[in-house]
């Protein structure tokens, strides 16, 4: 299994809602990513977990919240989003912090 | 932080034409990958390149990291290969923070 899944694929969201995105990957690897990425624009990091752990948070507002139940599993949860927000958030894994980056197909979001 | 510029911004091909991408970086890297992007938005990984010369198919790269700057070559290009092609950076001692250059947009018409 090569893959980093994403869901959902898309998503649309109020600005009082609260939801989740979920990545998973079943490579073994031990770095997980939460990119985002606005239109025609590059990919942005937000968030970096080596051994479950955050080791990098990019000064994102507390709005996005990111969790790894294991290390199979990121989740990032959303609440009181703004529609500034809205983008495509992606999500990448690599073996270890600093290689080679595999990335998933991105949840497209929506803030209304 | 590091800037990462590449060039050029915009290139229309014919299939089966050759082209270079050009990747400048600002400081000292040990982390250097070549992404391209389709245009259904998902992002596949090229090359894991911080120094030296990799080939993979009709693609090639080849980073100096001395010189600061990374190419990417594009041999017989196919309508599959437009999109956008990505050159992300990551400097020595935060090797996972990458930072992405503006992109290479590229076309490939028959």
Not at chain 1, 23 to 34: D, I, L, N, T
Not at chain 1, 40 to 61: A, D, G, W
Not at chain 2, 7 to 19: R, T
Not at chain 2, 28 to 39: A, E, T
């Amino acid at each position: 299994d090569t893959e980093v899944t994403q869901t959902p694929k898309h998503l649309v969201m109020g600005m009082t809602n609260k939801k989740s995105l979920k990545c998973e990957q079943h490579m073994g690897h031990r770095a997980m990513y939460w990119y985002k990425q606005k239109a025609k624009k590059p990919p942005e990091l937000m968030f970096v977990y080596s051994y479950e752990k955050l080791s990098i948070n990019e000064s994102v507002p507390s709005r996005f919240s990111p969790e790894c139940p294991n290390s199979s599993l990121l989740n990032l949860h959303l609440h009181a989003l703004q529609p500034e927000d809205s983008a495509l958030y992606l999500c990448a894994s690599s073996l270890l912090s600093g290689e080679k980056l595999f990335f998933g197909s991105g949840t497209q979001l929506s803030v209304l | 932080g590091i800037q990462v510029e590449q060039s050029p911004p915009d290139l229309i091909l014919q299939e089966g034409a050759n082209s270079t991408l050009r990747c400048n970086f600002s400081d000292s890297v040990n982390n250097l990958q070549w992404f391209h992007q389709n245009p259904w938005g998902q992002l596949i990984n090229l090359f894991y390149i911080p120094s030296g010369t990799k080939q993979n198919g009709r693609l090639s790269a080849t980073t100096v990291a001395t010189e600061r700057y990374s190419l990417l070559y594009i041999s017989s290009s196919q309508t599959t290969d437009s999109g956008v092609y990505f050159c992300a950076v990551g400097r020595s001692g935060t090797a996972s923070k990458l930072t992405f250059g503006t992109g290479t947009r590229l076309q490939v018409t028959l």
